[in-house]
């Protein structure tokens, strides 16, 4: 389902069929209308392809679609410096706008942890509505932190504010 670029939305790029899985789950938590303000894209299979493909596809449409917020869902492998190389992808101008989460190691580390693919990622839409902490403590989102915050002022609202609620006009 494509997003109205008219109104706020939020895009999902993920690595890969895990991520997209739990960005899936996340998806599935919203409510009818605000489903279609929020987009999971196809995994590109690999987080550096997903920064290519964020330059080469995305950066140019986030120019000229300033209701656009995109979510780059990689795996850290266990390297928390790649939030750092990421972020330094992405222009300054757009950085308000553009979000760097993922597993500290892999999402399969994380199923085995937490559950289903969709599991975690409903568990993290019920976070994220409520504004708890609880799923983002774990040994392996922990590190999300930063993001997260700026996450929750800038996307929250899209997805689960009062407005959210309204059918598109």
Known sequence: MSVNK??????VLPEDAANRQIAVGF????????QRQMQVLNEVGGWTKVLSTFE???????DR????????????DDQ????GEAQSRIP??????????????TPERL????????????RLAESCRSESDAIWEHELLRHN???LTRLRERVRPILFGSHALAADD
């Open 80 to 83: 928390p410096e790649r939030l």
């Open 6 to 11: 008219d109104r706020p939305h939020v895009l």
């Open 27 to 34: 998806s599935l938590c919203l409510d009818f209308y605000v």
């Open 111 to 122: 199923k085995n942890a937490l559950g289903t693919y969709e599991q975690i990622g409903t």
């Open 92 to 105: 300054e101008r757009l950085r308000e706008r553009v979000f760097i989460l993922g597993a500290l190691s």
């Open 56 to 62: 080469s596809d995305h950066i140019a449409m986030m």
């Open 145 to 147: 932190a930063g993001q």
């Open 65 to 76: 679609t300033p209701n656009r917020n995109l979510i780059l869902l990689i795996d850290f």
